[in-house]
């Protein structure tokens, strides 16, 4: 695992990329190109629940999980993957999860956005400035059913993905608080140019 780093690493604090060390905390954008978050899809929730499954594992007993290499590129403040948005985007999710339910600071969040398309970046920064209430078996009738939730965001892919798996996170870990053990979630990314 040389030259590891997690998520909220990234985004506040400076990263080590294989070869590059980075001299400042980046932002993580999803760029155009990249296909929509794609958790939601029938063919892939054996994958999704898998994942989620070893994540659990993992973090209930204080292991490490390696999520392999991350490729992309930096450009000025950015760090634009272009292999690896699924997992960043998961893990996008898992800390706003944690956070927001153990009354965390998830300011840094905001630094992870979406530039398929306008409704996703802007279902990204809604979910971060707002509560999310964890009494029910579903957090995303209360997410849909909110003020601020555009009812047009439905047919955004990437945005019903983000809202089964805010659920399958919730199914899975609403008994669980493992905010402070996300730094145990590592992945090493290697710029495109090295």
Excluded at 40 to 54: E, M, N, P, S, W
Excluded at 105 to 126: A, G, I, P
């Amino acid at each position: 695992m040389q030259n590891s780093i997690g998520f909220k690493d990234i985004l506040t604090k400076e990263a080590s990329m294989a070869h590059t060390p980075i001299v400042q905390k980046l932002k993580i954008s999803i760029p155009i190109i990249q296909r929509d978050y794609a958790q939601c899809r029938k063919d892939v929730a054996i994958i999704r629940d898998k994942f989620l499954d070893d994540i659990f594992n993992r973090l209930d007993k204080e292991e490490n999980l390696f999520l392999d290499f991350v490729y992309g590129s930096i450009e000025d403040d950015k760090f634009i993957p272009i292999d690896g948005q699924q997992r960043l985007t998961t893990l996008f999710l898992l800390h706003l999860y944690f956070a927001k339910k153990e009354k965390k600071e998830c300011e840094y969040l905001k630094n992870f956005t979406y530039e398929t398309r306008s409704s996703s970046r802007e279902f990204c920064e809604r979910l971060v400035n707002v509560d999310i209430y964890f009494t029910k078996d579903k957090i995303s009738p209360d997410i849909k059913d909110s003020s601020w939730f555009m009812p047009f965001w439905e047919n955004d892919p990437t945005v019903k993905s983000m809202l089964v798996m805010l659920d399958a996170i919730h199914d899975k870990f609403k008994n669980s608080n493992f905010y402070d053990r996300l730094e145990n979630i590592k992945f090493s990314f290697l710029e495109l140019k090295e």
